[in-house]
């Protein structure tokens, strides 16, 4: 039973490390992203703001 439940707990911490790694990729593809369309979503939100303004 010892060996059962040491098992259990390995697989827990290796879950974690795996979902860590995966979060830890897409918040990288997230930030690249938005650094490739900022200047993209920059521009289109000044023409939003102007357009409101009139």
């Not at 060996?3 to 997230?30: D, F, H, N, P, R």
């Amino acid at each position: 039973m010892n060996m059962l439940s040491k098992v259990w707990v390995e697989e827990e911490g290796q879950a974690l490390t795996e979902y860590g790694l995966i979060l830890g990729l897409i918040a990288v593809v997230c930030v690249g992203a938005l650094t490739l369309m900022g200047t993209n979503v920059q521009s289109m939100l000044t023409s939003i703001a102007t357009t409101l303004k009139k």
